[in-house]
């Protein structure tokens, strides 16, 4: 495991105890407000030192309460990009990007810092001060600092939550490249489910300063019981695919093991694997294969449980060729089209609907 | 000008000055060193260190300038020691003078840097360990920044108070022209004879003067730093 | 070669000058330290670079002389003084200084000036004077007591105090204020201002500076400047 | 007008220079990180003196610069929630969210403390000092403070981007009530397009400090020539509906020109009128009536234009009742239903894909 | 005890402490004041009440009681228009000590004040004015609550320094035992005469004692107030 994390803090009106282990990649730490996702990433920077618990980054002991052991932040190289900016006040932001740097081990792997202020859009605030930033250029700062400190873990407190979606759009599919090409892990907060299926390998639920539950990202989104903690909204399964072509109208070819799928140009070589989020209100079920309409993907589906909400819509969850899929219908289509577990149809997906936003490599 | 300041006027001042340049210069590192100490450290004698810092507040001149004779003289232990070990005398020296102007405005400048230490947001601090800024490096390349201000007010302290110190002075390395007369030292021997007042008066013009140069110097420095923080 | 002499501040005015005249006649330079008696007995006990000590007091000379730090057989008494009552302004009138002096009348409320009573020289001398009349417990409570006579002279000068108690010296110069009484000398104790030559004066200057002073020009300074030179 | 804004100001190597009106209601002030919401605000708010400006509100004049006049910000009376918390830090919650009362006249309308804190969740925060709150709980804390001042205007910076979605759908419905209850007109500065969609009345775009474009939500919103602005993703067109009735399974029935639709649950008294936003990718298109499909609503309609664009994509606007509509679809399905301006067809919008979040009052 | 201590030092220690009690709180609020001005004013005369604030440091205590002697003095200006207006008489009392020790304290105060006030984030102020603070409110509600560590510190100082002051205060008040005796003139007076060491020694003492424990009062009282606004 790549990071072993398992803490209790009492902050007296709050107690925090959780346990996880999360593999290589990026790990989200999912949970409402005030649930206890800083105190958690602060106890691995090393800023929070918990009264019980033992954290390990790449089999180094981090903490370990139990023989007294706490290896101070500055030894961790940890990057960490705060929930709050934390610019310093009195350097230019070419001298905040640059800090990390200066005290980074030569030799490390790291990105190169033209790359980063090319993708944070920062070329023009080099010379500025961070009181003459507005608030999202200083969050951007803060993300460029902490990667280019050459870390070896990467903690993010909703990094982007200060971002427009364009920016954030340029920004994420680096933080998967990061996550690949230089094998960074990623220990991130995020509120968006859109984040959490885009980015996470590993997903952590937490809720009143506990684990609600743990796991592989694909399974914990897909799993209907866990749709309140996401919001019913942000529920979705992920579904595997391997790019098979690029073709000539933009579109590009993805195979499933349900069959074929067209979704706008994705940057992949063929034969890349990715993760497809399919959000289940994007879902339409059909009888028999709908002629004439505009959503490209029509795949064959076998009913494997239906699951009535208090309001008036339903979950089906439905097996497309091995893989899970989650549909949100009203129960009166439930009714009106008998459907029933076991029941072979067809599922019907638009091809823009499955935006970038919502893939990722695997 | 010859007729306006007597020559041994134009030495105290002279004097003066490199008392003040040096007992400012010298102190601060230590002022920095002890007001972060009082500041950020939880160590058991902090209390008692606290006050031995203030003492040169709290009690007269004059007993401090005892005090400083008491010890570092030449049959005190401390200046015996020094004079054996290094050959540095300090009694009756414009060294001494140093000494004692630096000892009066100690307290002064380590609370000015201990606010400016008190008021350096921690979070600032952490995020620069996060960075892999060792504690060291932590300080200079943030806390000492970010306190400059505090720094540079403690210097300017420092230095009116060194330019003004009289009571421990002339206790301590008494009042000998062109080695430890310094400008009040001369302000006061005018001011103890007949008709001396006017010669006195010149003297406390150009204390007047000095300070105030100083005093401006550090407002315009502390500006241009306060602005490069950001302040408002 | 340098003379190193530790005098009291009153002193100033004269030794100044005694001092730039034996520099000129004899090529050495003359050092003058002044303060008062007590700072600088104390310094030379701890050790300062003294040649010549000039007290404003016996007691100060003997704290020195105690410490085994005087060169017995020079020591001398130098000058004298003589203590008078001043009062604020040119043209005061006389008064008759005795059993019956009104001081408090003549105070009107005001304080009587001196140096501190109990401490320096000009004070103790100027208590003990009054108390050899009767007037001290009557007046004590008047007494503003300075740092020092000039001190005292000048709250005089400025007429914060309607009357003062200085040195016949300090009162030469000062001419916000008027000598409206000597004190008989048998009053107090002997005014002395006692000199000696200390033990870490090595070279002959030092002896020809200390002869100096008691030679007819240095006399004449120090009597111009109101002190009584002692023979 | 409620609000008329015009302003310029040079920070160096920074320019603004924007002037709109905004009626009663929400204005949101949209466009990316940097392009000036912010110092928009701040005019407003009185903290930003501009160069040059003036800025009225309910017809009193606050800022004149052609005059000298710049009325104090608190004289103001105008709440403001900073794109950063600024709490007190030597106050309580309790004592942060009474500040502003204070100040407040004593007969002003304005919001119970009882139900603010309760809405944002602070009773258990109460006795607290900021120091010890979470990023989400600081910013709701600094929300209550705003909005108990009694304000006759409220200004709002990025108020909801540090919160999950699950308060944030709780805080949402309680601004539009601000709105409509006590007629507090907002000026709301947001990235999410769904924030927009579902609180503006007006809608500002600001691009690298001028106003690209300003007017009301719902036109904007449709027009496909400020797609790039909002991001593709988040074009949909806004149209107008009736509450017709609430039934059984817990759907809510609504007339539109075009015809009925059913959406979940909305908690509006028949014959309201309220907003609804359908996502330009939310909208399928058919050639015949589709039978058999969970989709409920399923209306005819006619193309009046198809914009194709670089990408793979095409927006198709289509008459629905007198109602414009965009459909985002591929230039493949372009091509393969033959589709032209003129055409008959049916548009096919799942009613669970309509959520509330995408609708508002009118 | 009465052995120990002579009864007249008794009445100095207890002049000592009114003296600096009331020259402390007089002088804070006036300090808070001027503190505010320099940090924030913009106007013309802020360089002239900068250097003013600073000459007691400057200027040699002995020449600082002088020009108090001159200006508050019986016949000075201020001194007679006080005693015709308000029939306040300074000279020779108690209560000048008190001015005496407050003049001499106050750029301490001032300096210490104005770094806090500099230190306070003028966004927070920004926000209460929004709230509907005015100006007054403003500084009532929010900077005077951020600032208190500082007047906190502005305040011991200030007691501290009027605890040790002596020589403005000898020359403008003289030393009339139980009126206007401080612990330092006392100090002082055993001093200068020979074999006073021990009694000097006692009173230097009880000195220590009093200011330590106003010092050890100030930091609890400070960490307290910094707890609450929480600081680190
Ligand atoms: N004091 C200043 N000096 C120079 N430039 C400034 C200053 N203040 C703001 N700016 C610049 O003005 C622009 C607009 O800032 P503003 O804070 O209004 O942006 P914003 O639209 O609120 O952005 P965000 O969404 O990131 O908060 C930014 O590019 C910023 O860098
Ligand atoms: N010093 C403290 N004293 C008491 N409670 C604290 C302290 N620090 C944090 N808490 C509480 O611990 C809980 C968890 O805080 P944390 O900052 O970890 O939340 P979070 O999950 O990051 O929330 P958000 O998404 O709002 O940032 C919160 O309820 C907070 O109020
Ligand atoms: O108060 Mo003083 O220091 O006599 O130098
Ligand atoms: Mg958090
Ligand atoms: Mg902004």
Known sequence: MTLDVQLAHDFGGFALDVEFAAPDGVTVLFGRSGSGKTSVVNAVAGILRPDRGKVMAQGIVLTDTARGLHLPPFRRRIGYVFQEPRLFPHLTVAQNLGFGRWFAPRNAAGASPERIITLLGLEHLLARRPLALSGGEKQRVAIGRAILSKPRLLLMDEPLAALDAARRDEILPYLERLREELGLPILYVSHSAVEVARLATTLVLIEGGRVRKAGPAAQLMADPALAPAFGLRELGAVIRAEVAAHEDDGLTRLTASAGSLWVPHVDMAPGTHLRLRVPASDVTLALRRPEGVSALNILPARITAIRRGD??????????????????????SVEGMGLAPGMDLYVMLKALSVAPQNMGGD | MTGWLPPEAATAVWLSLRVSFWATVLSLPLAVLVALLLARGRFPGRGLLNGLVHLPL????????????LAFGRNGPVGSWLHEAFGITLAFRWTGAVLAAAVMAFPLTVRAIRLSVEAVDPKLEQAAATLGASRLMVFLTVTLPLILPGVLVGAVLAFAKAMGEFGATITFVSNIPGQTQTLPSAIYAFLSVPGGDEAALRLVLISIAIALGALALAEWLGRVVARRIGAP | DEVVVFAASSLKTALDQIGADFGKATGHRVTISYAGSNKLATQIIAGAPADIFISAAENWMDEVAKAGLVVPETRSDLLGNAL??????????????????????????????????????????????????????GVAPSVAQAENVRDALKLVALGE??????YASDAVAEPGVSVVGTFPSDSHPAIAYPVALLTGAADQADRDFLKALSEPAADAIFAAQGFKVMK
Chains 1, 4 share one sequence.
């Open chain 3, 161 to 166: 105090a309607p009357l003062g108690i200085v």
């Open chain 1, 311 to 332: 309001g008036p819509g339903a979950l089906v969850q439905l097996d497309c060729g091995g893989e899970l899929l989650l549909a949100r219908v009203t129960q009166r």
């Open chain 3, 84 to 137: 008078v009552l001043v009062a604020h302004g040119a043209g005061a009138p006389q008064v008759e200084i005795g059993r019956d002096l009104d001081l408090n009348g003549l105070l009107a409320d005001g304080k009587l000036s001196m140096a501190m009573v109990d401490s320096v020289p000009a004070g103790q001398y100027g208590k003990a004077a009054l108390e050899s009349f009767g007037l001290w417990e």
């Open chain 2, 58 to 69: 709290i009690l007269p001149p004059v007993v401090t300038g005892y005090l400083l004779l």
